[in-house]
């Protein structure tokens, strides 16, 4: 192109930019006009469609003022959902058209009176907390320098959010505050957040961190295996050959040494469910008891190389001690009997594979189970440490449940939602309170099962779609990893009983969780 063309295509773009920002600024006043009439109708339709409106007619010269309307309307939205007590509570759909609007903002001048308001501690942590989010879109030095310092917020959700948006970076900056939140005494959905925005910056900086944390009290279960997992990504150190524990390998690393392969500092439960990998250490399993669960069924028990057999299981007492003989025997001949019987319909195969399971959970593991059809059915009301005692109890729950009713996922997973570790050991089921919180608690399970062989029909949410909404609502929070399995071949008697996989694959994507399919 000549230089003649390009002083033409200038000349012409300098006299149309009135034009531009005239229309901007016309589109922006016909927006905010129609916000000003809907953005606060209790019709959330209308409320919507006003706030979608004026996110998308942001132009440069409205940053600013973008930035007060959106926030206000944050935090109207968290008050209207009865205070926004807790995620199920919530309707995002309004705040997600405010966080994108957001998200766009370039002006330098709008920067500040984003970080300025998410900045109020006085503000609702909630409101705070979709501001941050909104940061993740952001790459400017005064939004990364402000999530760096958010890290070490005394709120812990807030610690969350600030984390998911520098890991949406890819902001290195955050990586010495990330490491340092693995070594506090703080719930472990901060330490899960802080490991995945570690996990993608994939950052050697990381590696001493890490192996540190291994060492350090309340690294366990899910926190050691995302440890553990990054530290094999970053290091390109295959798992577990004999040569050295972590520290012993980092040390003769920064030595220069031959270092070999590293141990994994102890191995994490070899347990599987399904061929999904148990590694937590606080775990529900939900289970499909809908009448379709009596449809025809075939038993194919997966072969395991001889490397991959499991070890001798330890029965213990709540104190580690070997558990009584006549308790072991009793399992044993359960877990035999079950073993060894004809499996003829889906329910059959489905309590083989939870039986085995719980037999094979380490002792130092803290489970329940939720059954489910058309209601809901706890088997216990918190959770219990894997003993002799308990698992003998639980396989013989397991054996009695009888096929019946509907399919009413949803309830099941906000039962589960429901439990949590109040610390010290003491596995107890939160209460809801007056507000409908359930969110708020440290700690808790940080890993579901869940097994279907139907579409969600029943329930609080009985469609499929919303389920999936209101559970990566929930996750943004709460980080339970919810694995899901989808079961029951084609039965030609019953072609409408049939598992929904698309459904359950996304759930589990949702919240990081393993999708398995044994329905074909």
Not at 163 to 176: H, M, N, W
Not at 402 to 427: C, H, R, V
Not at 443 to 468: E, R, Y
């Amino acid at each position: 192109m000549s230089k003649s063309v390009k002083f033409i295509i200038a000349g012409v773009l300098f006299l149309l930019m009135p034009m531009f920002a005239s229309a901007g600024k016309d589109s922006w006043n016909f927006a905010k006009e129609e916000f000003t009439k809907n953005g606060k109708n209790n019709d959330k339709a209308k409320r919507l469609k006003a706030t979608t409106a004026l996110a998308e007619a942001i132009y440069p010269d409205a940053e600013v003022e973008a930035v007060r309307l959106l926030a206000e309307q944050i935090k109207s939205e968290v008050e209207r959902s009865k205070g926004g007590s807790a995620e199920e509570r919530v309707d995002v759909d309004t705040i997600n058209a405010c966080v994108q609007g957001l998200r766009g903002l370039t002006a330098e001048k709008s920067i500040k009176p984003l970080v300025d308001n998410a900045g109020k501690s006085g503000s609702p942590w909630r409101q705070r907390f979709y501001l941050i989010q909104a940061m993740g879109g952001i790459n400017k030095p005064e939004t990364i320098s402000f999530l760096v310092a958010t890290v070490d917020d005394k709120t812990e959700k807030l610690r969350i959010a600030a984390v998911d948006a520098l890991a949406e970076l890819g902001a290195k900056e955050g990586i010495a505050a990330a490491c340092a939140l693995l070594n506090e005494d703080i719930g472990w959905e901060v330490k899960i957040a802080a490991l995945e925005y570690l996990k993608k910056v994939k950052a050697e900086e990381s590696i001493e961190p890490l192996i540190k944390a291994l060492g350090g009290k309340n690294i366990e279960g899910r926190v050691k295996a995302d440890i553990l997992g990054i530290l094999r990504d970053v290091t390109g150190v295959n798992r577990g050959q004999l040569a050295s524990s972590w520290a012993e390998w980092w040390e003769k690393k920064k030595k220069g040494e031959d270092v070999g392969n590293a141990t994994d500092d102890g191995k994490t439960v070899s347990v599987s469910y399904y061929g999904i990998e148990v590694v937590s250490s606080r775990i529900i399993f939900i289970l499909d008891i809908s009448g379709s669960m009596t449809g025809a069924a075939t038993w194919k028990e997966e072969e395991k190389k001889p490397e991959e057999k499991q070890p001798k299981v330890i029965f213990t007492d709540a104190k580690g001690k070997p558990a009584p003989q006549d308790v072991v025997d009793a399992i044993d001949y359960k877990k035999k009997e079950v073993d060894t019987r004809p499996v003829k319909i889906r329910m059959d195969a489905a309590k083989r594979e939870l039986i085995n399971t719980i037999y094979n959970l380490d002792p130092n593991v803290w489970f329940t189970m939720i059954f489910y059809s058309s209601g809901v059915m706890l088997w216990k009301d918190s959770m219990v440490q894997a003993t002799a005692e308990n698992k003998k109890a639980a396989i013989e729950a397991i054996d009695k449940q009888q096929p019946m009713g509907g399919t009413n996922t949803y309830d099941s997973l906000e039962t589960a939602y429901k439990f949590a570790d109040s610390g010290g050991g003491d596995k107890k089921m939160i209460q809801i309170d007056k507000k409908g919180n359930y969110a708020e608690q440290k700690g808790g399970i940080d890993t579901i099962f869940l097994v279907s062989d139907g579409i969600p029909n029943q329930g609080k949410i009985p469609v499929a779609v919303d389920i999936i909404k209101q559970t990566g609502k929930i996750h943004k929070i709460r980080r339970i990893k919810i694995n899901t399995v989808a079961i029951g071949q084609p039965d030609p008697a019953h072609p409408e009983w049939k598992p929904d996989p698309d459904f359950l694959s996304k759930l589990a994507e949702t919240t990081g969780g393993v999708f398995v399919d044994k329905s074909r």
